[in-house]
């Protein structure tokens, strides 16, 4: 549910080639490193045509107690908690109880251009309500409960990012919404109708909608590296609901996933629907391009979780990780993943970084704006490391690449420093933007 500035999905073009046999040594060796790194701590399942070809977890569910995590240990998925939401929608739909076209005033009319946004709009990031989540005071309140009436009073009074249907604009604030929505027309808390819809359906053991994180039922804690693994805050998952707070396992990911796309929660006009875009991004899903073929799910991330879901139909495939402790980009991982079936090539990471004098990081601190994107980074440094934070989101440590140059690797940012003009470049997703110091 939380980004880290920018969510950036697979972008690699070539011509595919297909293995009989999925290359286990090579994902095993990429994880290896990771766990004797300490760049990433979680878990990963590959399952083609309802077969698992590969599950395996690394690191730590719970570093107090030093449990290691297991395939079954459960972490929160995030924004993958999308496609249920966007799934119990179409099922609503299906069972006419909601039209995809029926506009928001008939629930919410305090929410401005309500009598303008569609169910659809809302599910396709469309309807222009400002997403909560980006704002300074999200990070005041994320971690205690709200109720359906508090959460209503803040997005209702905060003004619209633009005109509905106008562009695509990724709000969280669009499925809390659809939330409450599912709950009045089935008059039922959204665990149930989740519990009822897709969960038991599917027999998906070991997921389920999220409250406070349980270790002694293998529930992971998440973490942040700064010097070591440290561990992060909880957000009260009365906030994120059917925006993030749906927790679950690589392999119920998988079958989730397979189950969808085979219609057996919507039918597979629904399902066709879904996967109408406008732009990257459908009714619930995301769309992943690997080299000539095109995968559908979507990525997550809330506290210090990161997860990503894709299901290739092309080849009845689908990988899902979930990580709890992020040093590591998961879209590396998966395209290793990727890369094991389909036998392409694969660069392992070295994770070499260079030594920085702390003195000269001085020339750095400050606040940054840009003209090009409407978020402002601060970079501080705690002893020789330094840290960024867009604003309304968490800070992020930074790897020294060169003494001008810094990474934050699981999100895929870079910056460059030139601080005789005050000056610093994003890179992130293939797009540059430019940063000055105020």
Same mark, same amino acid.
């Given at each position: 549910?939380?980004?880290?500035?920018?969510?950036?999905?697979?972008? &690699?073009?070539?011509?595919?080639? %297909?293995?009989?046999?999925?290359?286990?040594?090579?994902?095993?060796?990429?994880?290896?490193?990771?766990?004797?790194?300490?760049? %990433?701590?979680?878990?990963?399942?590959?399952?083609?045509?309802?077969?698992?070809?590969?599950?395996?977890?690394?690191?730590?569910?719970?570093?107090?107690?030093? #449990?290691?995590?297991?395939?079954?240990?459960?972490?929160?998925? *995030?924004?993958?908690?999308?496609?249920?939401?966007?799934?119990?929608?179409?099922?609503?739909? $299906?069972?006419?109880?909601?039209?995809?076209?029926?506009?928001?005033?008939?629930?919410?009319?305090? @929410?401005?251009?309500?009598?303008?946004?569609?169910?659809?709009?809302?599910?396709?990031?469309?309807?222009?309500? #400002?997403?909560?989540?980006?704002?300074?005071?999200?990070?005041?309140?994320?971690?205690?409960?709200?109720?359906?009436?508090?959460?209503?009073?803040?997005?209702?009074?905060?003004?619209?990012?633009?005109?509905?249907?106008?562009?695509?604009?990724?709000?969280?604030?669009?499925?809390?919404?659809?939330?409450?929505?599912?709950?009045?027309?089935?008059?039922?808390?959204?665990?149930?109708?989740?519990?009822?819809?897709?969960?038991?359906?599917?027999?998906?053991?070991?997921? #389920?909608?999220?409250?406070?994180?349980?270790?002694?039922?293998? $529930?992971? +804690?998440?973490?942040?590296?700064?010097?070591?693994?440290?561990?992060?805050?909880?957000?009260?998952?009365?906030?994120?609901?059917?925006?993030?707070?749906? @927790?679950?396992?690589?392999?119920?990911? /998988?079958?989730?996933?397979? =189950?969808? %796309?085979?219609?057996?929660?919507?039918?597979?006009?629904? &399902?066709?629907?879904?996967?109408?875009?406008?732009?990257?991004? *459908?009714?619930?899903?995301?769309? !992943?391009?690997?080299?000539?073929?095109?995968?559908? *799910? #979507?990525?997550?991330?809330?506290?210090?979780?990161?997860?990503?879901? &894709?299901?290739?139909?092309?080849?009845?495939?689908? @990988?899902?990780?979930?990580?709890?402790?992020?040093?590591?980009?998961?879209?590396?991982?998966?395209?290793?993943?990727?890369?094991?079936?389909?036998? =392409?090539? !694969?660069?392992?990471?070295?994770?070499?970084?260079?030594?920085?004098?702390?003195?000269?990081?001085?020339?750095?601190?400050?606040?940054?704006?840009?003209?090009?994107?409407?978020?402002?980074?601060?970079?501080?440094?705690?002893?020789?490391?330094l840290y960024g934070q867009a604003?309304?989101?968490?800070?992020?440590?930074?790897?020294?690449m060169s003494s001008t140059t +810094?990474?934050?690797?699981?999100?895929? @940012? &870079?910056?460059?420093?030139?601080?005789?003009?005050?000056?610093?470049?994003?890179?992130?997703?293939?797009?540059?933007?430019? %940063? /000055?110091k105020e």
């Amino acid at each position: 549910m939380k980004r880290i500035i920018i969510i950036t999905l697979l972008t &690699v073009v070539a011509t595919t080639s %297909f293995s009989q046999t999925f290359k286990r040594q090579r994902l095993d060796s990429l994880l290896n490193l990771l766990d004797e790194k300490e760049k %990433f701590m979680g878990s990963i399942a590959v399952s083609q045509n309802g077969k698992l070809l590969y599950t395996r977890a690394i690191g730590y569910s719970d570093m107090a107690t030093a #449990h290691k995590a297991d395939p079954n240990t459960q972490y929160r998925v *995030g924004s993958i908690t999308k496609m249920f939401t966007a799934t119990l929608i179409m099922k609503a739909v $299906e069972e006419n109880k909601l039209s995809l076209d029926q506009t928001l005033d008939k629930y919410y009319p305090q @929410v401005e251009n309500a009598k303008k946004i569609t169910i659809r709009h809302m599910l396709m990031h469309r309807s222009g309500i #400002h997403n909560l989540t980006n704002d300074s005071l999200y990070m005041t309140y994320n971690t205690q409960p709200k109720t359906e009436k508090e959460l209503m009073e803040i997005i209702a009074n905060t003004k619209s990012d633009f005109e509905p249907g106008s562009k695509f604009g990724y709000s969280n604030s669009n499925y809390i919404i659809l939330t409450f929505i599912l709950e009045k027309v089935y008059s039922k808390p959204y665990a149930e109708i989740l519990k009822n819809k897709i969960i038991t359906p599917a027999g998906l053991a070991n997921t #389920h909608y999220g409250g406070k994180i349980d270790p002694t039922k293998n $529930e992971a +804690f998440s973490y942040v590296y700064k010097t070591s693994w440290t561990k992060e805050m909880e957000t009260d998952m009365s906030i994120p609901l059917g925006a993030g707070a749906i @927790v679950s396992t690589p392999s119920d990911l /998988t079958v989730f996933s397979e =189950n969808l %796309f085979a219609g057996k929660f919507v039918s597979t006009r629904s &399902v066709d629907s879904m996967k109408t875009f406008n732009g990257n991004y *459908g009714l619930g899903l995301g769309k !992943f391009p690997y080299y000539d073929i095109f995968g559908y *799910g #979507h990525t997550g991330g809330i506290d210090g979780f990161g997860s990503v879901l &894709v299901y290739f139909p092309s080849e009845q495939l689908s @990988v899902a990780i979930t990580g709890n402790g992020l040093g590591y980009t998961t879209n590396n991982i998966l395209l290793c993943a990727l890369s094991c079936y389909y036998n =392409n090539p !694969f660069d392992m990471p070295n994770f070499k970084t260079v030594a920085i004098n702390a003195e000269s990081l001085d020339q750095y601190l400050g606040k940054y704006a840009s003209s090009q994107i409407p978020i402002k980074i601060q970079i501080t440094k705690v002893e020789n490391k330094l840290y960024g934070q867009a604003s309304g989101q968490q800070a992020f440590p930074l790897e020294a690449m060169s003494s001008t140059t +810094f990474q934050y690797e699981p999100a895929g @940012v &870079v910056l460059d420093f030139n601080a005789e003009k005050k000056q610093m470049v994003l890179k992130q997703g293939g797009q540059s933007f430019m %940063f /000055t110091k105020e």
